[in-house]
Structure formats: C-alpha cells, structure tokens
C-alpha cells in the first residue's frame, strides 16, 4: 500500500450529498474478478454521456481541464454510502485520488478508503464550500496541500484547517501498512481467547451439518 | 454494572483493547457472495494466506445470480458467469460451505443465514455487504465490511474495529395491523434523516418490536445501514428461541440447552446507560413510501412530496431540487397520482414468506394494472418452496406477476437485466438512489403490501384500500 506522507494537488469539487459507492463505481463498470481496471468505470454514470459508453460528459468536473489530474476530492455529506463495496475505493485510487474531503463519510467506504492508501478527511460544511471556491479560481494552480503528519489541509491562501483521525488510521496510512499482517503478530493472543471462548460457548464451534 | 446489549455482545467477543481505541474483535462467522466474494478468496491466496477457520465461512450466489427460470452459470450482468464460477473455485479451494446457483438453500445472504441458523443470538458475523446489519435482529452482533476486512477477518478471526456509541430506538403505542417493519423503519429514516444512526450502535426496543416476528425484526434491521448506523440489534427472546429451534446449523443436542440458557441473558440490563435515546410513538403511522432519491425522502403513501425547508442549506437545497428532477415530480403532489410502470417485490428487506403472504392479501382475486411489469423473487430457495406450497406463486402469477428464482435480482442493476429507462416501480428493496434499479430509474420504496396495491392500482396506492 502506498504510504500518504504530504500530498499536494489538484482538487476537484463535487458537492453533492449522499454520493453512494454505486456512483462512484457503478455495479455494471465491475467486470473483472479483480482489484484492478476499474479506474476507467470510476463516476462512469456521471463521467461518460451513456451508460457503458466511455465518451466524456463536458459538464462533469473530471472532464473539465482546469481539474486535470485532479487527485483531491471535495465532496457533500455522506459520501461513500451505501453498498460496501470496496470497488469505490480502488476505482478511486486507480484513478489517482489520494484524498477526499467531506463533512462525513460512510463509515463502511471510510475504513475501506485508510486500508487502500486514500486518506478521508472530515471538515465542516463550510469549509469544504471556502476550499472549492477557492480552487475553482484557477485549480491547476491553486492547488491543496495535505500533511497527514501534522493533521493539516493548507488551502491556497496558506491558511491551515486542522483535522481528526483515528491514530491507528493514521499510522496504517504513514507506514503504508497491511492490517492483516500486523493482526497475525498477535496470533497467540487470538488462539489463547480462542480456546477458553470455545470453552464457554462450544456450540459456536461445531461443525457443519 | 447495568450494561446494554451491545456492550455484552462486545465484551464477549473483545480478544484485547488496542492502543487507540480500536478493539480486536473474535468474529466467529464470515458470510460471502459471488460479487466480492471471489475477489477476497483470490487475493487472500495470493497472498499466500489462508482461511483460518473455513467451517465458520459461508458464501452465497445471490449477487448477479439470474433469476429467470430454468437459470444456471449464465447471466445478464456483463462478465457475471466469470464471478459465479470463480467463486465457486475459490470456495472449493478454501473449503468453505457454499449455497451454489440451484442449491437447495441457495438465496440472498441475510435471508438464508437467520433460516438456517447460521447466525445465533451472541454470535458475531461479518460479510462484505452494508445490509449484514438485518442479522442482528437475532440478537447477533452482525455488520457489513468491506474486501479488505473480509479477508481480515478470514485469515486472522477477527477485525480491528472502534467501539461505535450506543443509542436506543422505542418504538411505543400500538401499530396499525396494515403498518409493518418497512414503515417503521423509513418513517424512522425520514424522521432524523440518514445520518441520524451515525456513529451508533443501534438497539432497537419497545412493545412494537417485541410485537414484531422475527422476520419483520429482520426488516427493520435490515435498513439501519439506510439510518447510517454501525448496526443494529434487537434482545433475543423467546421467539427468536423457537424461530432457531431444529434448524441445520443451530446448537443441537446438550449444546441447545446452553446456548439457550445464554441467550436469555442477551438484552439491555434495566438502567443500562445509552449515549442517544429516541422514543418514536408508532399510534399514527399510515403506510410510508419514498418520494425522493434518499431514503429519507419519504412520507405517509397519504401524503404529498414536501416542498423544500427554506431552512435547509444551499447543498441539501440543490439536492432536494435534484431529487425532484430526477423523479420526475413536484413539491405539492399527491403520491397517490403517480403511475407507475413497474411493481418490485423481493430483496433482502422484504422477499421472506411473511412478506409474499402479506402481499399474496392484496392480491388474491385481483390483477395488475394494464401496462404494469409486476416481478416477485423470493429471498431464498426455502422461501419459494414454502410459498408454492402455500399456493402464493399462483397467486402472484394469477394476479400477473412473475415469479423468479431466488436471488438480489433486480434490486440493483448491474449492468444486466434492469426496469427500463425512467421507469417508474413500487419496489420493496432498501435503496431508491439514482440508477440503482436501471438507468435513471424512479425508484419508491415501500412494504411488500403497498408495491402489491400500487401494481393493482397503477400508481402507487394506499394498501388499506386493499385488505
Ligand atoms: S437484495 Fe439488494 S440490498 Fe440486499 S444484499 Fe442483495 S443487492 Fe444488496
């Protein structure tokens, strides 16, 4: 996974509410049994003038040149509702976004974003709507800077806006560090809460009919 | 200490409190379907790791499954036969249980796990789908993860999870015999919005849910993830206990009577402290039915759309006004005066047998309006079996419905086989976002008794003028 130390770049503004993983990724665009190739399905509802087709929508922000090379999102409430699939996520990263800020998030698709190296930020409402306004001058140029370190978003006055996020998030998202890994270390832990869990509740145990 | 549900479903599975406020959690079964499924199984082997424990993992095809007649590996959904046969490798290789394309128990994840007693009041479960959270009606602490945590949870038997906070939901008075789970829950959604289940744990408790049978309860949890909620939960009792009894994977034998004495302990001690309390007095509620894109945009089936709350900000105003485009509707209009094209019974949230009967009273010796696809897909093979046997498939087929093998079908569109182009349906599924069921489709949430009186009807329809 990719380590997220200080990202600089071009933000995108879409703010809406609700944005659900199904338009961030639609079901139809997930056609390989696999984690990659779905950056080209990624908005594909929104991105493209017909459903499977792939020529571009000119009013969709992606599409629109001053967010060439966008990497940052700024999106409305919620974003990331809806069905859990980890779809949205690695179309997003596929496509090059390293960051999303938002009020909130869905808290399924949030956890998934931290496992794949995309850092969800939660900032107020208000702040979202100063940064796209701020941006949209002239974005390629006015770009958001982003130091996980520090829990900072620099917008492009210089102006720093705090945020929050878990500690264990934010060290997995430093280091680039798969979970599963680090979880197994602790096989003894498990295997010994194991025996005297089965202990106390056996029938969670038994085998298949 | 007077503690509540979810915090002794969480103690009991807490294998140690990490340094962060995250928690280590024994997570004692894992749920897949063919969507992610293989992808999961896939990349965990790639990795050179295996599944830890594969007689607690179990996968469905319910996903892009067909759900015509005579189906087998082919589907509508665009490279849908690659995902059902790699799931199927892969699940042999891990040597997991499988409910295979025509397996007799073959259905939709949270219709099947309750009916075969495969989740158990007290236990934990985890699947890669948002509406794992139904399960907890049985008292289960059950909820929806992502890839990456299912193949956590496969290789390690746990996850690394924060403790959600806690909020209670009562539901008191007495409910309308035509008012069901579907409309307590989308009232609840549209009371506090979606994000007012954020953060939480939710239980769900009041003389109106113990009322409820355990299918209803099923319902009820089943949207809690429409509330934004980490999950919910619902104190086991006694008919849960006789729900589970004699099912395949419930306790048997000397274990039956243990875990029964456990389960009775299962509910909120008196005094237990929430960290949010909400009381919904159910005295007054009519039929409800989704007018908007978000589950919160819905209103007693008596009602109008709203207009939009001056109050509200300039993104939530944008987005209401987008709401109404996309449905094709204005702020003022009675819900009752829009035609539909489509009728929808089916899904995770309203496809088990209670709600085939529930709309089997609507329609018996009635038709579907002219011009009205009706379809009806029972949650799982068992459902479908028992509904034949009961005579409901005549019904429905009677009345004009299709009757389909047991799957998600078109609960969400896939790419695959979908209600047309701006089509409007009544539909009994969890999700009325954009191009969920078919590009720019309209989509109503509603009961399975509402969709089947709007399909009689034409428009959607009051289902007290029904039964
Ligand atoms: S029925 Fe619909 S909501 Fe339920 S699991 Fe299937 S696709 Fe998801």
């Not at chain 1, 001058?137 to 370190?149: E, F, G, M, V």
């Not at chain 2, 159910?282 to 978000?294: F, R």
């Not at chain 2, 109404?324 to 003022?332: E, K, L, N, R, W």
């Not at chain 2, 038709?367 to 029972?378: E, F, L, Q, S, T």
Request: glycine residues 10%; charged residues 20%; proline residues 5%.
């Amino acid at each position: 996974m990719e380590k997220f130390l200080i990202h600089s770049g071009v933000a995108a503004p879409l703010l809406r509410v609700n944005i659900d993983t199904d338009a961030i990724i639609p079901s139809r665009e997930m056609k390989l049994v696999s984690k990659k190739g779905l950056g080209e399905g990624l908005f594909a509802g929104w991105r493209y003038t017909e459903a499977g087709g792939r020529t571009p929508n000119p009013g969709f922000v992606l599409n629109q040149p001053g967010y060439k090379g966008a990497t940052i999102l700024l999106s409305g409430r919620n974003f990331g509702c809806g069905s859990s699939r980890e779809h949205a996520v690695w179309a997003l990263a596929e496509y090059g976004i390293r960051a999303i800020i938002a009020p909130s998030f869905g808290v399924i698709f949030q956890g998934n974003c931290e496992r794949n190296g995309i850092l969800p930020i939660v900032l107020p409402e208000t702040v979202v709507q100063s940064l796209a306004t701020q941006v949209a001058a002239d974005p390629q140029s006015q770009r958001l800077t982003i130091d996980l370190q520090q829990q900072s978003v620099i917008d492009p006055q210089g102006t720093a806006h705090a945020f929050d996020i878990a500690p264990s998030s934010r060290q997995m998202l430093l280091e680039g560090l798969d979970q599963i890994g680090l979880t197994l270390n602790r096989l003894d832990r498990i295997e010994a809460f194991e025996r005297d869990f089965r202990e106390r509740r056996p029938w969670l145990f038994a085998t298949n009919p | 200490m007077a503690t509540t549900l979810f915090e002794k479903l969480w103690l009991e599975h807490e294998v140690e409190q990490l340094d962060d406020g995250d928690s280590l959690i024994y997570i004692d079964r894992v749920f897949l379907h063919e969507r992610t499924g293989s992808v999961a199984l896939e990349s965990l082997s790639s990795e050179g790791r295996k599944v830890r424990a594969p007689e607690r993992v179990f996968c469905s095809m319910d996903h892009i499954v067909d759900t015509l007649p005579g189906r087998g590996d082919e589907t509508m959904v665009p490279a849908g036969t690659a995902f059902i046969q790699s799931t199927r490798q892969a699940s042999r290789q891990a040597g997991i249980r499988l409910f295979d394309v025509n397996d007799a128990d073959q259905g939709i994840v949270h219709v099947i796990s309750p009916e075969l007693g495969i989740v158990q009041p007290g236990c934990t479960l985890v699947c890669p789908d948002s509406h794992t959270c139904s399960q907890g009606a049985l008292g289960a602490l059950a909820w929806g993860i992502g890839s990456s945590q299912a193949e956590h949870a496969m290789a390690t038997s746990t996850l690394v999870v924060k403790k959600p906070r806690t909020m209670r939901v009562t539901f008191r008075g007495e409910l309308s015999p035509t008012v069901t789970a579907k409309d307590l829950i989308l009232h609840l959604i549209a009371r506090y919005t979606t994000a007012g289940g954020s953060g939480y744990a939710i239980e769900f408790a009041g003389e109106v849910v113990e009322g409820l049978d355990v299918e209803a309860r099923l319902t009820l949890c089943n949207m809690a993830v429409e509330f934004s909620a980490f999950t919910a939960v619902i104190a086991p009792d006694q008919k849960v206990i006789d729900y589970l009894r004699g099912r395949e994977y419930a306790p048997a034998g000397a274990d039956w009577g243990r875990a029964e004495a456990f389960w009775r302990t299962l509910h909120s001690d008196p005094g237990a402290h929430f960290d949010r309390e909400i009381e919904v007095d159910c005295g007054e509620l009519a039929p409800c039915v989704s007018w908007g894109t978000s589950p919160q945009q819905a209103c007693a089936i008596t009602g109008a759309v709203p207009e939009i709350d001056p109050g509200l900000s300039e993104t939530d105003r944008a987005s209401q006004q987008r709401a109404y485009d996309y449905m094709g509707i204005a702020p003022g209009q009675d819900l009752r005066t829009l035609a539909i094209d489509a009728a929808f019974i089916g899904s995770c949230t309203n496809s088990r047998i209670s709600d085939l009967r529930r709309a089997a009273d609507v329609l018996r010796g009635r038709k579907v309006a002219p011009g009205v696809r009706a379809i009806c897909v029972p949650g799982s093979q068992r459902v479908k079996r028992e509904a034949e046997a009961e005579g409901l498939d005549k019904v429905f087929t009677e009345a004009g419905f299709e009757w389909r093998e047991p799957g998600c079908s078109m609960c969400f569109f896939a790419g695959g086989e979908s209600f047309g182009f701006r089509q409007r349906i009544a539909t009994s599924t969890n999700r009325n976002f954009e191009g969920r069921q078919g590009p720019e489709a309209r989509s109503h949430l509603a009961s399975p008794a509402t969709v089947a009186a709007s399909a009689v009807a034409g428009h959607l329809a009051d289902p007290r003028d029904y039964l």
